[in-house]
Nanobody, 117 residues
């Protein structure tokens, strides 16, 4: 399963942006989906996740501002009230069951989000 992300770009502080991640391939079901952020000299960190029961989890700095959702094989990250500290490369991650009942996990290629005036 390959993941294709889109929606990154330059956003002014206080603005909103929506990231999308399309899963290409056979996906029987999702186990978990998530968005991670990486900035230079720091490890990739979880921003938001959602499990197969619909339970969501958010990093403290983005609670109340970001929202993860999905529609079929597209995963979204709606970001609002963006701050310069939200700048980074955002990666989509998905784990689930694919063709022939085999489990898989995949990462997207990353999309740059820059919050700056």
């Amino acid at each position: 399963v390959q993941l294709m992300e889109s929606g990154g770009g330059l956003v002014q502080p206080g603005g909103s942006q929506r990231l999308s991640c399309v899963a290409n391939g056979i996906v029987r079901s999702f186990t978990t989906m998530g968005w991670y952020r990486q900035v230079p000299v720091k490890e990739r960190e979880l921003v938001a996740s959602k499990d197969s029961r619909g339970r969501t989890n958010y990093a403290d700095p983005v609670k109340g501002r970001f929202s993860i959702s999905n529609e079929k094989k597209t995963i979204y990250l709606q970001m609002s009230s963006l701050e310069p500290e939200d700048t980074g490369i955002y990666y989509c991650y998905v784990a689930g069951i694919g063709s022939f009942g085999r489990s898989f996990d995949s990462w997207g290629q990353g999309t740059q989000v820059t919050v700056s005036s």
